[in-house]
């Protein structure tokens, strides 16, 4: 009878056995090609995606890169244009001072007649019919036949004209040698005395002879520049039709007369004494070269270029590598009459795309397809606005923007970006690769270890199922005796260390629930000790904001204080944006004197607040010791503010400027915001105070950067002041409401009193903003003469 059993106890053992292998097997087997089926297709997304990611990186750095580029190389030809403006206006500075002077302009000129007689004598020419001086001078004037007299000398005015130019040659000299290098400057008469006075000195006149004929016998500005003059009286009349405020003009690129370049010529009109008529103008000339050689060295990867187009496609600079990648063709103008200048449009552009490319556009990068060698190849064209300029080309004085374009073949650009992307997919065919064999190589192993184990792995289950059984009829003190040091090992080891737990806390449960019961009981008492004493601290904190708040606006000028200063009325707003606030504004008051501020500390909050309560006692303190001199009041205030900050260990600081008003005179000192002064519903001046003062609290002396300014301010005029909080708000599209916005609102508000302008502009304000929450302290004062 005992054979029979063993033998059934041996089959069933090989029964489990084979289970064992059949299940745990299979279930190894499928769960590797599953997991490896699973790590070779996250292997690919990883690899695309990685590649997007990459991708996009790198497409935006070298987009980013464009764009760095175009900005730096347009604010060099800025910088130009720039030194250029101011060369220019320089020169027209010395001239109209001797317009704006008549007694030194003639006593300027008379001390020239006699000592520098070569550049006022004029000798006739038979053959141009025209007269000019003699070589020698730093300059060379010409006067036209239709400005001499019967006896072939200069009329007595153009005389006189003739003089009082001379200064010319006192000026141009060290103009023409700093800066940025000028081919030549000039001055040019009034529309009624056009007198040609050019430095250096050249054959002037015997070449307008030989390139522009008949000029001689026509109305010199209506010939070489047929209505410039006309737009400039325009601009006497009103200032405000100026296409770019600015009375720079500059014209189009054309053939200068006397050298043969292309070049750029820079006018500035100067004024009659009472500005109301033109009075002639100053001027400068440089050559295209030098506005080219700043575009055409441009270079962006391998083959990119760079060129600069006005805004009707002409194309002034490029390279001729680039002028024939992008298809150009060149005209020339061959008028004998006026100036002459270039044709070479970006609309005539063999190349379609590039005829058809929108020029309005700033900083926009746009992708193109051009022909080369019968083939499309893609390139990206980005294109950057310029300043603005007054522009002339035959005609009436326009606004004009030129762009700075960077063209740069897209294979080039992105390079980098397929080089990475083809490394990342080299890089996922080798890892495929490898997750291919290592899968076929786990497969082998696993089948080979769940044939090796089984028998062992039984054993051990058959004891640990014993002992489950016993655990379950509640026999706590049964172990399992597996000497094995395998994962069942393992699992009989905490079997029965499970068991012994098991046994303990069924004999100690209650203990350990009384226990952890007065645990928990402590803890809820510390928690609500911990509650009490944070909302004490919250009280507190809060009272101590409420008071420092309170004391902040108790310090602030009150309606009634206001209300008493003759001429004026004052309307004021601040809301801070925190509990305390960093702005400061304040009206004091010194008999008939009065100093009103306006400042912004740097951030908000409680710090921010006590550095304006002391900038207010500090300023408080010097108005009644008497010093209201701008100058001293700004660097005594700095240097005492400087010291609290230092002592305070705080890194704060702060714009502030104060307008001083006498009952007649408006000063302006220190460094804030732009003032806003509205002169009527249509006139709104815009005054930069970046050259008035230095930041308080930055340096302990600041005496050699403050300045003051006149400031007009007539009958009905208002001025606005404001805190970066009004311009820098935004609204739910993060747009700001700007310096512009709040000029146009000020202007809808002309004519009103102040607290409405304030009122009205507070509407506008927060209209804008909606329901975005307020980030930064928002001040507001409104001026208004009665």
Not at 373 to 387: D, F, I, R, S
Request: aromatic fraction near 6%; charge should be negative; charged fraction near 20%.
């Amino acid at each position: 009878m005992n054979e029979p059993s063993a033998s059934s106890s041996r089959l069933g053992l090989r029964s489990f056995r084979a289970k064992f292998v059949l299940v745990v097997g299979g279930a190894v087997l499928f769960d590797l090609l599953v997991t490896g089926g699973l790590a070779l297709w996250n292997v690919q997304r990883l690899s695309r995606d990685a590649a997007t990611e990459v991708g996009q990186g790198l497409q935006k750095a070298n987009q980013d890169y464009m764009r760095s580029y175009a900005e730096s190389t347009a604010a060099r030809v800025n910088l130009l244009l720039g030194q250029v403006h101011t060369d220019v206006g320089t020169l027209a500075g010395v001239l109209q001072s001797q317009i704006d002077r008549p007694v030194r302009k003639f006593q300027v000129g008379e001390a020239l007649a006699r000592g520098a007689p070569g550049s006022v004598t004029v000798v006739y020419d038979e053959k141009g019919g025209w007269a000019q001086n003699l070589p020698g001078p730093p300059s060379v004037v010409s006067v036209w036949g239709y400005l001499l007299g019967p006896d072939r000398r200069p009329l007595p005015d153009v005389q006189t004209e003739i003089e009082n130019s001379a200064v010319l040659d006192l000026v141009a000299p060290s103009l023409l040698e700093s800066g940025r290098s000028k081919l030549q400057m000039y001055y040019i008469g009034p529309k009624e005395r056009p007198i040609f006075r050019t430095a250096p000195y050249t054959d002037q006149a015997q070449t307008f002879d030989r390139l522009y004929p008949g000029h001689n016998e026509a109305e010199f500005w209506t010939f070489f520049f047929p209505g410039i003059y006309e737009s400039w009286e325009r601009w006497a009349k009103d200032p405000s039709v100026r296409p770019v405020p600015n009375d720079v003009t500059q014209t189009a690129p054309y053939t200068d007369a006397i050298t043969g370049k292309l070049i750029v010529s820079f006018f500035q009109p100067l004024w009659s004494r009472d500005r109301k008529a033109v009075a002639g103008a100053a001027g400068a000339d440089i050559t295209l070269d030098q506005l080219a050689e700043v575009v055409q060295n441009v270079k962006v990867a391998e083959s990119g270029f760079g060129f600069l187009a006005m805004s009707d496609g002409n194309v002034l600079a490029i390279n001729p590598a680039g002028e024939k990648t992008i298809g150009l063709q060149t005209s020339s103008d061959t008028s004998t009459q006026g100036v002459t200048g270039a044709d070479r449009s970006l609309r005539k552009s063999a190349q379609v795309a590039i005829a058809q490319l929108p020029l309005g556009q700033d900083g926009v990068i746009q992708r193109v397809m051009l022909d080369e060698a019968g083939e499309k190849v893609p390139y990206l064209v980005l294109l950057k606005q310029l300043q603005p300029e007054n522009f002339w080309m035959s005609g009436p004085v326009r606004k004009e923007t030129m762009s700075l374009g960077i063209v740069v073949p897209e294979r080039e650009i992105y390079a980098s970006l397929f080089a990475a992307q083809a490394g990342i997919s080299q890089a996922t065919n080798r890892i495929l690769a490898y997750q291919i064999l290592a899968l076929l190589a786990s497969l082998l192993f696993v089948t080979a270890a769940v044939f090796g184990i089984s028998k062992r792995v039984t054993a051990g289950i058959s004891a640990l199922a014993g002992a489950a059984k016993r655990i379950q009829a509640k026999d706590y003190s049964v172990r399992v005796p597996i000497s094995t040091r395998d994962e069942v090992g393992e699992a009989g080891t905490a079997f029965n260390r499970m068991a012994e737990e098991i046994s303990f806390h069924t004999e100690n449960l209650e203990h350990l629930v009384e226990e952890r019961t007065k645990q928990i009981e402590e803890a809820n008492q510390q928690i609500s000790a911990l509650n009490t004493q944070l909302r004490s601290e919250n009280l507190r904190l809060g009272a101590e904001l409420a008071v420092a708040r309170q004391i902040q606006m108790m310090v602030l000028p009150k309606a009634g204080e206001l209300d008493e200063i003759a001429n004026l009325e004052i309307a004021a707003y601040m809301r801070p944006a925190d509990e305390v606030g960093g702005d400061y504004y304040d009206v004091l008051r010194d008999g008939t004197r009065l100093k009103i501020g306006i400042g912004d500390v740097t951030g908000h909050g409680l710090e921010s607040g006590v550095l304006m309560l002391m900038v207010q006692s500090v300023a408080r303190a010097l108005q009644e010791a008497g010093d209201m001199d701008p100058n001293q009041f700004l660097n005594r205030l700095n240097r005492a503010i400087y010291k609290n900050i230092v002592r305070t260990n705080t890194d704060k600081h702060l714009s502030l400027a104060f307008l001083d008003y006498d009952g007649g005179r408006l000063t302006l000192s220190g460094q804030h915001e732009e003032l806003i002064v509205v002169r009527n519903a249509q006139e709104v001046e815009r005054i930069d105070t970046m050259d008035l003062g230095l930041p308080i609290g930055l340096e302990p002396d600041i005496s050699r950067f403050v300045a003051t300014r006149e400031v007009a301010f007539a009958q009905g005029d208002m001025i606005i002041l404001h805190t970066d909080g009004v311009t820098e708000a935004e609204n739910a599209a993060g747009e700001l409401f700007g310096i512009q916005r709040l000029c146009d609102s000020a202007r809808q508000f002309y004519g009103r009193s102040a607290e409405e302008a304030k009122s009205g502009i507070l509407e506008d304000l927060m209209a804008h903003i909606g329901k975005q929450k307020i980030h930064d302290d928002i001040t507001l004062v409104v001026m208004r003469h009665r």
